[in-house]
Antibody, heavy 125, light 107 residues
């Protein structure tokens, strides 16, 4: 059973770069036709998809964050990572990683399962 | 981006009540609508995918219906452990987007 775990600094200064890693256990990050996503949730608010990566290296970003986001994969470590540059207080949120499960072509029409437990990142000086 | 409008934003019901949440997409998304349950301090959990398919292990009191732009999520008999916020999410197009959530409380 695949499990995901986020890790990284819980406090980042304004204008700096937020860096998080998601470690996949219980299965290979290569298994199946899976995309691996990052999603965030500000306190008391809704969910926002940040972007995703396929193990072939194909990447998609949310246009609202594209200029500041980089997602990468390290298949040797069974991990994928998120970098968000030039952060402000508006980027304070719980950040989740998740696998995109699917039943067909798997480029679209997926669903997020499972999710990591989430990690709170606060942007403050 | 496809906008997802969920209603109500919150509701209070008694144990055993039938509860229905609706989700409307800003354009036709066929059946590509998923539902999640999020308890306080926890990650969202998949309940329903492709509008009406119950995820393995999820109690049968949860169900989903709809297609096109209008969808519904129903708890047939509300239980105390169902207290949570529920989100719909579309994946007919990139970026995937979520509804604003419905907080379900016990009366």
């Amino acid at each position: 059973q695949v499990q995901l775990q986020e890790s990284g600094p819980g406090l980042v200064k304004p204008s700096q770069t937020l860096s998080l890693t998601c470690t996949v256990s219980g299965g290979s990050i290569y298994s199946g036709s899976s995309y691996w996503s990052w999603i965030r949730q500000p306190a008391g608010k809704g969910l926002e998809w940040i972007g995703r990566i396929y193990t072939s290296g194909s990447i998609n970003y949310n246009p609202s964050l594209r200029s500041r986001v980089t997602i990468s994969v390290d298949t040797s470590k069974n991990q994928f990572s998120l970098k968000l540059s030039s952060v402000t207080a508006a980027d304070t949120a719980v950040y989740y990683c998740a696998r995109e499960a699917c039943s067909a072509s798997c480029y679209l029409r997926n669903w997020f399962d499972p999710w990591g437990q989430g990690t709170l990142v606060t942007v403050s000086s | 981006d496809i906008q997802m409008t969920q209603s109500p934003s919150s509701l209070s019901a008694s144990v055993g009540d039938r509860v229905t949440i609706t989700c409307q997409a800003s354009q036709d998304i066929s059946k590509y609508l998923n539902w999640y349950q999020q308890k306080p301090g926890k990650a969202p959990k998949l309940l329903i995918y492709d509008a009406s398919n119950l995820e393995t292990g999820v109690p049968s009191r949860f169900s989903g219906s709809g297609s096109g732009t209008d969808f519904a999520f129903t708890i047939s008999s509300l239980q105390p452990e169902d207290i949570a916020t529920y989100y719909c999410q579309q994946y007919d197009n990139l970026p995937p987007t979520f509804g604003g959530g419905t907080k379900v409380e016990i009366k």
